[in-house]
C-alpha cells in the first residue's frame, strides 16, 4: 500500500476550508458520517446538501442541520416532526434567535412560515423544547401574541416563568386573569418580578394571599403598590416572617409605614430600617426606642444564645428541615457561628472556610455559597447584611428583587476562588 494512497484515504476525510458544491456532493457520497457532521454544522454548505442532510439516520446530523443557520425553510419544516426531541430542541432554539430580526417585508413569506414553526415548537409535547422558545422569545416584541399567551398559560413553571416575567406582549388584562387561574406553583412570583408592574396587578396578587408570591412583590422596586394594598401587607406581615426584609428594603415607605413594621420586626431589622429609609428625627427617635425595647424583650425572653442557634442548626439538619426560614432567622439574630456552621452542612464545606468567606465581605462569594446550598438569594442577603455587615455600597442585591444577580458560571468562578469546587 503505497503512502500516496494512505494519504489520499485519510485527507478525504477533511472538508476544504473553502467548501465548493463539488466537495459537498463528494463528501456525501463516501457516506462517512464525521464528513455528514461536518457538512451539517458548517454555514457555507449548499442548502441542496442541507436538505438532503435534514432527513439523515444519525440524530446528530440531524441536530446540526437543525442548528444551522444557512437550513433552508423548507428543511426546518420538515425537522419541526422530527422524532428526537433533541432535533426540535436544537431547531427550537434556532427559531428563537431568528425571530426578532424578522422584520423585513420583503421576506414576508418566509417570515410567516418560521413563525408557523415557531408556534409549532411552542406546542411541542416535550416540556424542554417549550421552553427553549420560552427563554429565546421571551423579551420578543414582534412574535405572535397567541404564541406568547399560550407559553404564559402552560403548565410547566419552566415553560411560562420567562415569559410571565418578561415578555411585553401580555397585556395587564391577560397577566389579571393568569393570575386570577393559573394553577402553576411559582407563576404569581414570575408576573411579580415583572418590571413597572401595575398596581392593580399588585392588588390582584395580594389579594392570592400566596406568601412567596407577596414576598416577591414586595422585594420588586419597580412595583406600584398603593398605600391601603401595602397597609394590608403589613397588617399581616407580623407573623409572617419572609415578608419582614422585604418590606424593610422597599424603597420609599411613608413614615407610618416605617412606624408599623418597627413593632413587629426584628432589632436588626429596625437597625437596618433606620438606615435604609430617609427619616425624620421623631421617626429616628421612636425606632431607636423600638430597638432598646426589642432588646429588653429578647432579654426577657428566651430568646436562643448562639449555643442554642448551633445546637438548632444541627437538630434541623439531622431532621431534614434546614431551610431558608431557620437560616435567614439566625443571620437576623446575627448568630456568625451558626450561620456559617449551617452552610457547612448544606455545602459539605469546612466551617473555617464559610467563616472566611463571611470574614472577607465578599457579597459575592456569600451570594455563590448560598446558592451553592440551595438557598434562596434573600436568605443570602440577609448574610450579607447582619452576619457579615457588609455596608450597603457594596452589597450584592438581588436581580429583580429577589433573584441571584450572578449566572452559573460567575457563581462557581467565585466558590472556586475561595477553594470550593461545585
Known amino acids: 500500500m503505497s503512502f500516496d494512497f494512505l494519504k489520499k484515504l485519510f485527507s478525504s476525510e477533511k472538508l476544504p476550508a473553502r467548501l465548493r458544491y463539488e466537495d459537498a456532493r463528494a463528501?456525501?457520497?463516501?457516506?462517512?458520517?464525521?464528513?455528514?457532521?461536518?457538512?451539517?454544522?458548517?454555514?457555507?454548505?449548499?442548502?441542496?446538501?442541507?436538505?438532503?442532510?435534514?432527513?439523515?439516520?444519525?440524530?446528530?446530523?440531524?441536530?446540526?442541520?437543525?442548528?444551522?443557520?444557512?437550513?433552508?425553510?423548507?428543511?426546518?419544516?420538515?425537522?419541526?416532526?422530527?422524532s428526537?426531541?433533541?432535533?426540535?430542541?436544537?431547531?427550537?432554539?434556532?427559531?428563537?434567535?431568528?425571530v426578532p430580526d424578522l422584520a423585513s417585508n420583503e421576506l414576508k413569506d418566509v417570515s410567516d412560515r418560521v413563525l408557523e414553526l415557531l408556534e409549532k415548537l411552542a406546542k411541542d409535547e416535550v416540556t424542554r423544547v417549550r421552553q427553549i422558545v420560552a427563554e429565546e422569545i421571551k423579551s420578543c416584541p414582534n412574535v405572535p401574541k397567541r404564541v406568547a399567551v399560550s407559553l404564559a398559560r402552560d403548565a410547566e413553571l419552566m415553560v411560562c416563568a420567562p415569559v410571565l416575567e418578561?415578555?411585553?406582549?401580555?397585556?395587564?388584562?391577560?397577566?389579571?386573569e393568569i393570575v386570577a387561574t393559573t394553577r402553576v406553583h411559582g407563576a404569581?412570583?414570575?408576573?411579580?418580578?415583572?418590571?413597572?408592574?401595575?398596581?392593580?396587578?399588585?392588588?390582584?396578587?395580594?389579594a392570592t394571599l400566596e406568601i412567596p408570591a407577596i414576598a416577591q412583590l414586595l422585594a420588586n422596586p419597580d412595583a406600584e403598590i398603593r398605600e391601603n394594598t401595602l397597609d394590608r401587607i403589613i397588617s399581616d406581615a407580623a407573623s409572617i416572617e419572609a415578608w419582614h426584609l422585604p418590606l424593610v428594603m422597599r424603597p420609599a415607605l411613608s413614615l407610618r409605614a416605617v412606624r408599623r413594621i418597627a413593632v413587629f420586626v426584628s432589632r436588626s431589622l429596625i437597625e437596618e430600617l433606620s438606615l435604609k429609609q430617609n427619616l425624620d428625627e421623631e421617626t429616628e427617635r421612636y425606632l431607636k426606642e423600638r430597638a432598646q425595647t426589642r432588646i429588653e424583650n429578647d432579654a426577657k425572653e428566651t430568646s436562643p444564645t448562639p449555643g442554642d442557634a448551633i445546637v438548632n442548626i444541627y437538630r434541623a439538619h439531622k431532621m431534614g428541615k434546614l431551610n431558608d426560614d431557620l437560616i435567614a432567622k439566625a443571620a437576623t439574630l446575627q448568630h456568625k457561628e451558626a450561620v456559617a456552621l449551617a452552610l457547612s452542612?448544606?455545602?459539605?464545606?469546612?466551617?473555617?472556610?464559610?467563616?472566611?468567606?463571611?470574614?472577607?465581605?465578599?457579597?459575592?462569594?456569600?451570594?455563590?455559597?448560598?446558592?451553592?446550598?440551595?438557598?434562596?438569594?434573600?436568605t443570602a442577603l440577609a448574610i450579607e447584611i447582619f452576619v457579615a455587615n457588609i455596608p450597603p455600597d457594596a452589597r450584592v442585591l438581588p436581580r429583580g428583587g429577589i433573584d441571584y444577580p450572578m449566572d452559573e458560571e460567575e457563581m462557581r468562578w467565585h466558590l472556586n476562588y475561595f477553594g470550593i469546587k461545585a
Open 27 to 82: 463528501a456525501l457520497e463516501r457516506h462517512n458520517l464525521s464528513a455528514r457532521r461536518e457538512l451539517a454544522g458548517r454555514a457555507d454548505a449548499p442548502p441542496e446538501t442541507l436538505y438532503y442532510l435534514a432527513s439523515d439516520e444519525d440524530v446528530k446530523v440531524r441536530s446540526l442541520v437543525a442548528a444551522n443557520p444557512s437550513t433552508p425553510i423548507q428543511a426546518s419544516e420538515n425537522l419541526v416532526k422530527d
Open 84 to 98: 428526537e426531541a433533541e432535533v426540535r430542541a436544537e431547531l427550537a432554539r434556532k427559531i428563537g434567535r431568528i
Open 166 to 176: 418578561y415578555s411585553p406582549l401580555l397585556s395587564d388584562v391577560d397577566l389579571l
Open 188 to 206: 404569581l412570583e414570575a408576573i411579580a418580578r415583572r418590571r413597572s408592574l401595575d398596581s392593580s396587578l399588585a392588588d390582584a396578587i395580594v
Open 345 to 378: 452542612l448544606k455545602t459539605g464545606t469546612k466551617d473555617k472556610l464559610v467563616a472566611s468567606i463571611i470574614e472577607a465581605k465578599s457579597g459575592k462569594g456569600i451570594a455563590a455559597l448560598c446558592w451553592h446550598a440551595g438557598l434562596a438569594m434573600r
